[in-house]
């Protein structure tokens, strides 16, 4: 049978319909709210009475909170929006972050900060799995890789807008700014429609949101394992070169003092350009596993550069930041596979686990880097920061390739299946 032709104009209203742009937008503030912290992590604590070296040791501190409270809300979103709902997650998970938010804002110790980022993530963790699950099974196969590079490319836009409004405002005012946000967006959200995918799986009453069921079969538990591997670099990159830029810029010798507001907004402007690239290259080329494996080249270059290359100016620093975010930019087409690897009943559960294990593997790499920088080798002197970062992101750039060639090609694939148990 043939298939209907998908025009320009067509394809321009799929993407205009209000659950994307909805999806789009409070992936926006998601990342607003998640980057923000990268951004006032300095002046938060030093506001706090921190210094010296307690700047790193307690900015890995609130980091790690922060990507535990997205390890657990992870699981918990991901199991909601598969049991009752897409829009259940949309709604419960915002309403969580946003008042998480201003509440950080009134933090007067460092504790609590690390527990209201702790907050924070459970409702974070949310947004980004339950957006695209309910995007890829609205659209039609054919442009629902337009559709999650939409939701993905405003979410880094949110992530600019963060350094340029903790530019203009205060660090407390600009959790407030985010946080009233994302409760605006409550608002226009109530007229968002549920997928007709999920509501045919309820009707069908098929078991929903069984996570164990990632588990209890080889195939499936292999995809799942290869999907997380398969972004553990772009959170490396994140969560390590980007986030604590000012220590390497003073290890590799820059000039000039290295801001990390200025580090993530050169990165997040590139990884805009990467999202929108990546995009658009699988939809030209019809294929997600190619232009990812492309990306993931481009990473392991400018790893190399930033490391490794004499980045004695700090505007060539940047620059170089800007593109380890172009690279970066395969974030949506992972995301993408991660939802259409699996069947409608286990879809929001892999969609929403996946992105924030990876997020979450930031723990266990900032811990190696930690250990690592301090290591004594044969010379007698600690390995130092540049070098534990090099050995980290060659291994997760390796473990990423080898996982992606063992993923199927998704591209072409029907999305109105389940999972049998």
Not at 112 to 122: I, K, N, P, S, T
Not at 260 to 277: M, T
Not at 397 to 409: F, I, K, R, T, W
């Amino acid at each position: 049978m043939a298939e209907h032709p998908i025009t320009e104009r067509t394809t321009t209203g799929h993407l205009l319909r209000i659950p994307v742009m909805v999806a789009a937008l409070g992936y926006l503030v998601d990342m607003y709210d998640l980057f923000l912290f990268s951004v006032v992590r300095v002046p938060s604590l030093k506001a706090l009475g921190v210094g010296g070296d307690r700047l790193l040791e307690d900015g890995i501190l609130l980091l790690n909170a922060q990507m535990a409270g997205l390890l657990i809300g992870g699981v918990f979103w991901g199991i909601l929006g598969d049991k009752k709902g897409r829009l259940s997650v949309l709604f419960g998970s915002i309403l969580i972050y946003s008042l998480a938010n201003i509440a950080n804002g009134f933090v007067t110790s460092v504790e609590q900060y690390a527990w209201l980022r702790f907050v924070a993530g459970l409702g974070l963790a949310g947004e980004l799995g339950a957006g695209i699950t309910l995007v890829a099974e609205i659209l039609p196969k054919e442009i629902r890789g337009y559709g999650t590079t939409l939701v993905a490319t405003m979410g880094v836009l949110g992530a600019v807008l963060a350094y340029f409004v903790a530019d203009l405002f205060a660090w407390r005012v600009s959790y407030f700014i985010g946080g009233g946000l994302g409760l605006l967006l409550l608002l226009l959200r109530v007229r968002v429609f549920e997928s007709g995918i999920f509501v045919k799986a309820k009707e069908q009453s098929v078991q929903r949101g069984n996570i164990l069921m990632l588990f209890n079969d080889r195939g499936r538990f292999a995809k799942y394992f290869g999907c997380i591997l398969v972004g553990l670099p772009i959170w490396f990159v994140v969560g390590i070169l980007i986030t604590f830029s000012p220590e390497f810029g003073q290890a590799l010798g820059v000039i000039q003092p290295v801001e990390a507001g200025k580090a993530v907004v050169f990165a997040f402007s590139g990884q805009v350009l990467g999202d929108l690239a990546s995009g658009l290259l699988s939809q030209y080329f019809r294929s997600r596993k190619k232009v990812i494996r492309v990306f993931i080249g481009l990473s392991l270059c400018f790893v190399g550069v930033y490391l490794l290359a004499p980045l004695e100016e700090v505007a060539v620093f940047y620059a170089v930041c800007a593109c380890l975010g172009f690279a970066n930019g395969y974030w949506a087409l992972f995301v993408t596979i991660a939802a259409e690897l699996f069947g409608t009943n286990l879809r929001a559960t892999v969609a929403t686990t996946v992105p924030n294990f990876v997020r979450g593997a930031v723990i266990p790499l900032t811990a190696l880097f930690i250990q690592l920088k301090n290591y004594v080798g044969s010379s007698g002197q600690p390995i130092g920061i540049v070098y534990s970062a090099l050995a980290i992101g060659l291994l997760t750039l390796a473990v990423a390739l080898v996982a992606l060639h063992y993923l199927d090609e998704t591209f072409r694939k029907d999305l109105n299946y389940v999972e049998e148990n």
